[in-house]
């Protein structure tokens, strides 16, 4: 069982940066591969990035490439999001998720996911 607790979100400037954070408990964190996914009102949920479990492997969406980051500390049980070049159309609902893999693999699909948070609000003005 994981739990997940995100945090980080807030009313942004278009152009500017939020880190958001996950923090998971239980301890099968280093065992799963984890994903930030987002939903903005009106519209399907979305892929937004993956990370295996050793933090090795990454996959974006094209619509954040280049301007967010994934990284994980499995030490600390977090996982995290930065995002800068903020822009109005990345306004949403941010959730992070867990999935629990046998090896060093990453997720892009919703399903695959076993685990979420409640999520974070991010909003970008323009």
């Known amino acids: 069982q994981v739990q997940l607790v995100e945090s980080g979100g807030g009313l942004v400037q278009a152009g500017g940066s939020l880190r958001l954070s996950c923090a998971a408990s239980g301890r099968t964190f280093s065992n799963s591969a984890m994903g930030w996914f987002r939903q903005a009102p009106g519209k399907e949920r979305e892929f937004v990035a993956a990370i295996s479990r050793s933090g090795d492997r990454k996959y974006y969406a094209d619509s954040v490439l280049g301007r967010f980051t994934i990284d994980r500390d499995n030490a600390k049980n977090t996982v995290s999001l930065q995002m800068n070049s903020l822009k109005p159309e990345d306004t949403a609902v941010y959730r992070c998720?867990?999935?629990?893999?046998?090896?060093?693999?990453?997720?892009?699909?919703?399903?695959?996911?076993?685990?979420w948070g409640q999520g974070t609000q991010v909003t970008v003005s323009s």
């Open positions: 998720a867990a999935a629990a893999v046998s090896g060093n693999y990453y997720y892009t699909r919703a399903y695959e996911y076993n685990y």
